[in-house]
């Protein structure tokens, strides 16, 4: 597509239940980012991929977060043992590889309530 | 480490009146500096940034932003503002140089909510 997709939209987790986001990014693009935003605050890194290697993933809050993207184009965040804190708009994002620095395409997010 | 800093959380004008945006910043290091703006039900977009050269970038749209080096700023203006800007603003850094394996890791500040009204 012509921009990066996210799904789903919106995701009503119970405490406890592991969930699933979903990213496509633009195609060719060799960068991928994910980034969480709660409430009224910035987005916040999560973690960062070049192609299907994840060279930094120092924004992870906890190890109930893992990111994949085995193929080097779809990405996915799980969480596992959803927590309330847990609960925030996550953001996936993608670049060109050799593109200006900071220069960050967004999905429109997968917003995240855990009940 | 870096981090930016927005001071107003929102911003109320109204159409045609001038509005300016503050972002200030933090780092020991030389950074490169964004403007990222997200309209009601969309992602984030770049809006402006700067990197190296003049102090005062554009954008297509009648933004501009000035780098204040001394001042440690990045504030964000627009002479006139119509009803479409209404929007969430968001200003971000990202240190300079060689990123090795990771690029484009951008702090974000918490937002800047601009409000035009008729």
């Known amino acids: 597509g012509a921009g990066v997709s996210q799904s789903p939209r919106y995701k009503v987790a119970k405490r406890g239940q592991d969930v699933a986001l979903r990213c496509d990014p633009i195609?060719?693009?060799?960068?991928l980012f994910w980034y969480q935003q709660a409430l009224g605050q910035g987005p916040e890194f999560l973690t960062y991929?070049?192609?299907?290697?994840?060279?930094?993933k120092s924004g992870l809050p906890s190890d109930r977060f893992f990111a994949e993207r085995p193929e080097g184009s779809v990405s996915t965040l799980k969480i596992q043992r959803t927590q309330q804190e847990d609960s925030a708009v996550y953001l996936c994002?993608?670049?060109?590889?050799?593109?200006?620095?900071?220069?960050?395409?967004f999905g429109e997010g997968s917003r995240l309530t855990v009940l | 480490a870096q981090s930016v800093t927005q001071l107003d959380s929102q911003v109320p004008v109204f159409e045609e009146a001038p509005v300016e945006l503050r972002c200030n910043y933090s780092?020991?290091?030389?950074?490169?500096l964004f403007w990222y703006v997200q309209y009601p039900n969309q992602g984030l977009q770049l809006l402006l940034k700067?990197?190296?050269?003049?102090?005062l970038v554009e954008s297509i749209n009648g933004f501009e932003a000035e780098f204040n080096k001394s001042q440690t700023s990045f504030h964000l203006r627009k002479p006139s503002v119509h009803i479409s800007d209404t929007a969430e603003y968001f200003c971000?850094?990202?240190?300079?140089?060689?990123?090795?394996?990771?690029?484009?890791?951008?702090?974000f500040g918490k937002g800047t909510k601009l409000s035009v009204k008729p």
């Open positions: 994002a993608s670049s060109l590889a050799l593109g200006v620095p900071g220069e960050l395409f």
């Open positions: 195609s060719g693009h060799v960068s």
């Open positions: 991929f070049q192609n299907e290697a994840q060279l930094d």
């Open positions: 780092s020991s290091v030389s950074v490169y």
């Open positions: 700067y990197l190296s050269g003049s102090t």
């Open positions: 971000a850094v990202i240190r300079s140089g060689n990123y090795g394996g990771s690029q484009g890791n951008l702090i």
